[in-house]
């Protein structure tokens, strides 16, 4: 997840970690959508370069990148995670969302998958544009659209805290 749009980078290249992945255009995006799953289970969903959600096997929300601040989950919140650079060192300053604001987010996360699945469900106004699986674009679409309903049912559920993080 590139700090800056510049630095993002050819995700349906480069994203070797995520496969099968795949990049569609939809009318509510002004920008085309990268999906990518990894061997574990767990999938990613980027929405140009910002916002970007990664989401454990059940759909539950382990990391994000919203109007340009990573956040991470702690199991029963989200820290937002800011970069902090002086001369001789760099930092990351971690603050853990208050509930209201962590509501916010999940909402606003909701809404843009909602969206997502409807877009989806049109085959008119789904256009998968590049994609690397083993599976025919029907069957594609199918699990893009079977993993937007896991995000949807788990919306309100954040992943357990990721190991090694606090």
Not at 35 to 43: A, D, E, L, P, V
Not at 44 to 58: I, L, R
Not at 88 to 101: C, G, H, M, V
């Amino acid at each position: 997840m590139a700090l800056h749009e510049q630095d993002r980078e050819d995700l349906m290249r480069e994203a070797i970690a995520l496969y099968p992945r795949a990049e569609f255009q939809v009318p509510q995006e002004s920008e085309p959508v990268f999906w990518g799953q990894k061997r574990s289970g767990q999938y990613s969903f980027y929405f140009g370069g910002d916002p970007v959600y990664q989401f454990d096997e059940q759909g539950h929300l382990r990391r994000a990148y919203l109007d340009g601040h990573l956040y991470r989950t702690q199991g029963n919140t989200l820290a937002r995670l800011t970069k902090v650079r002086t001369a001789d060192s760099s930092t990351l300053e971690r603050y853990d969302l208050k509930q209201a604001e962590l509501e916010d987010v999940l909402h606003r996360m909701a809404d843009r998958f909602t969206r997502l699945q409807t877009e989806l469900e049109a085959p008119d106004r789904f256009q998968l544009t590049e994609y690397l699986a083993d599976s025919t674009e029907e069957e594609l679409r199918e699990q893009i659209q079977v993993q937007i309903a896991l995000v949807l049912q788990g919306a309100t559920q954040l992943a357990p805290r990721i190991r090694g993080k606090r």
